[in-house]
């Protein structure tokens, strides 16, 4: 059974930093990796998604990298603002049917 | 902005009673997934539909059930609410299985007293 963590559960730090929110998965089978942010009490927003085949993606001031045989995944947040508040989540697709497993995701605070 | 959406936006029902959440999404996207996430938790899987046929379910028992139309429409239904059934509900669509990327829509929030 696929078991997704993240680590750390929450995160504060002051704008303008540069920080990494990590992900490992149990099960390295995977089809994609997803990377979402979600404002409170709303749905999900995607950011990046990684196939199996690739090692990372890049959107604006985001990076995220996959090893997959190590079954961690890492998301590179550059120069950090206060509306990248949000709790952002990882998840992995790894069977027929695109099921996706989440982790519990990690709460960050930029503070101005 | 995902082009899915969902009704109603919020939803508070007694225990005992029957809800049904709905979904439109995306033209074109033939997948439709359900999840449920609990207060600070991470979405769990509930099922999937694929060309209107369940294509997989999570760990949720037979009272949760589903139905997915021809026009990119789909709805949850859960009946017997429980305390448990109280959490935001997401539906994702997506343009088949496997390694294609998932689109929310915002949820809807469900309590049950």
């Known amino acids: 059974k696929q078991e997704v963590t993240q680590i750390p559960a929450a995160l504060s730090v002051p704008e303008g930093e540069n920080l990494v929110l990590n992900c490992s998965f149990t099960?390295?089978?995977?089809?994609?990796l997803q990377w979402f942010r979600q404002d409170p009490g709303k749905g999900l927003t995607s950011l990046l998604l990684i196939q199996s085949s690739q090692r990372e993606q890049t959107s604006g001031r985001l990076n995220a990298s996959l090893d997959k045989s190590s079954g961690r995944s890492t998301l590179y947040i550059a120069a950090s603002q206060p509306g990248d508040s949000a709790t952002y989540l990882c998840a992995v697709s790894g069977n027929a049917g695109n099921m996706l497993t989440f982790g519990g995701g990690t709460r960050l605070m930029v503070k101005p | 902005e995902t082009g899915v959406t969902q009704s109603p936006t919020h939803l508070i029902k007694t225990r005992g009673q029957q809800v049904t959440l709905r979904c439109s999404s995306q033209?074109?996207?033939?997948?439709v997934s359900w999840y449920q996430q609990a207060l600070g938790q991470g979405p769990q899987f509930i099922f999937q539909?694929?060309?209107?046929?369940?294509?997989g379910r999570g760990n949720f028992p037979p009272r949760f059930s589903g139905l997915q139309f021809p026009n990119y429409s789909s709805e949850l239904n859960v009946n017997a609410l429980e305390l448990d059934d109280s959490a935001l509900y997401l539906c994702a669509s997506s343009l088949g299985q496997s390694s294609y990327e998932q689109y929310f829509g915002p949820g809807t929030r469900l309590t049950v007293t």
């Open positions: 033209s074109g996207h033939n997948t």
């Open positions: 539909y694929y060309r209107e046929e369940e294509n």
């Open positions: 099960d390295s089978a995977i089809y994609n």
